[in-house]
């Protein structure tokens, strides 16, 4: 199965046409541009980082009012964000399974809207939604549900950590372990260590029944959207905004040696998050092999834990601000965050 190769935006994809699969092929073949575009949703996790570090800084600031109890507070940041995140949602939407939609832009209300019904529709305002039993839905909404579900726990490790820090960050590991070790567990069981990449095309073809659709997202869709084999690149960036938060007026004493060993680990990190796809690519057949099992479930984590020290790096030892092409990057990836 050939992934994030540029097919959920192709009207020849979608429509199945011959030209469909050249494209693939010639995209998934290419040693570069095939595990670059093939892991491309590694993007979610660098999301999730991010997500991960502003909730605790937030959380942070919110549980520094001495107005309430943590519940209190827990239920404010809870609303807080519901709120912020809300109204979009359900303009979306209302606009989407509209008579508008269905005359103005009809391959995208027959790929994406025709199957929602009532149920589909409602677990995108309750934010539930990738718990769908398929994502033909307004799939591409499921992020929104994940992000909001992570949010719901992340004041429960915040606590932990801001009293004893060595157990939160036990417990931080633990559970991170725990993800890791189910989404291999999860892989193997479900025969699908070899799909790595896997993204899910979100969308439902003319004449597919609900059986039909269960049996093509057997597996993937789950590995791919619940919060308990997601939840790693999250909590890895909770933990990072939480370290910011201890050293908000102080350089943290790492040697320079130590600094080069560990940018050097984090950028070997990254790349081979990237390109150890290439097995998978070269021996499509393999299956439920050791080093499959192995990338599947730790790839996604290794790749958060990575871009996470380089987000710290940057912060404390790596002037990025004065750069006029990091800022404008930092400003772009500020922009579309908060989208969210």
Not at 119 to 145: E, I, M, R, V
Not at 194 to 210: A, H, L, M, R, Y
Request: proline share 4%; net charge positive.
């Amino acid at each position: 199965m050939i992934n994030h190769s540029g097919s959920e935006g192709r009207i020849d994809i979608l429509e199945r046409q011959p030209s469909a699969k050249a494209f693939k092929d010639a995209v998934h073949n290419h040693p570069i541009f095939g595990p670059l575009f093939g892991n491309s949703g590694l993007g979610v996790e660098i999301f999730l980082v991010l997500s991960g570090f502003l909730a605790a800084r937030s959380w942070y600031r919110s549980s520094q009012r001495k107005t309430s109890s943590f519940w209190g507070h827990y239920f404010g940041f809870i609303v807080k964000r519901a709120l912020r995140l809300f109204p979009s949602v359900a303009v979306f939407v209302w606009l989407a399974q509209s008579s508008l939609s269905a005359e103005y832009m009809p391959r995208f209300y027959n790929s994406m809207v025709s199957t929602c019904g009532v149920k589909g529709l409602a677990s995108h305002l309750t934010f539930t939604s990738n718990w769908q039993s398929t994502p033909t839905c307004l799939g591409y909404l499921w992020y929104l549900g994940l992000d909001f579900q992570l949010y719901i726990i992340s004041p429960l490790f915040m606590a932990v950590l801001l009293y004893n820090s060595t157990l939160g960050i036990a417990l931080i590991g633990a559970v991170v372990s725990a993800s890791s070790i189910y989404r291999g567990y999860f892989c193997w069981a479900h025969d699908i260590c070899n799909k790595s990449d896997v993204d899910i095309p979100f969308i439902s073809f003319p004449g597919q029944t609900e059986a039909e659709l269960q049996k093509i997202y057997y597996g993937l869709w789950d590995i791919y959207s619940r919060p308990q084999t997601k939840c790693g690149p999250f909590l890895i960036g909770l933990l990072a905004g939480f370290f910011s938060l201890q050293y908000s007026k102080t350089v943290p004493s790492i040697p320079k040696l130590a600094l080069k060993y560990l940018n050097f680990v984090a950028i070997f990190g990254v790349i081979f998050c990237i390109f150890g796809i290439l097995p998978e690519y070269w021996y499509p057949d393999a299956g439920n092999t050791v080093y499959n099992t192995f990338y599947t479930a730790t790839f996604r984590s290794i790749f958060a834990l990575c871009t996470s020290w380089l987000l710290f790096y940057g912060i404390y030892w790596f002037n990025a601000s004065s750069i006029v092409f990091f800022n404008v990057l930092a400003t772009i990836t500020f922009q579309v965050k908060i989208l969210f």
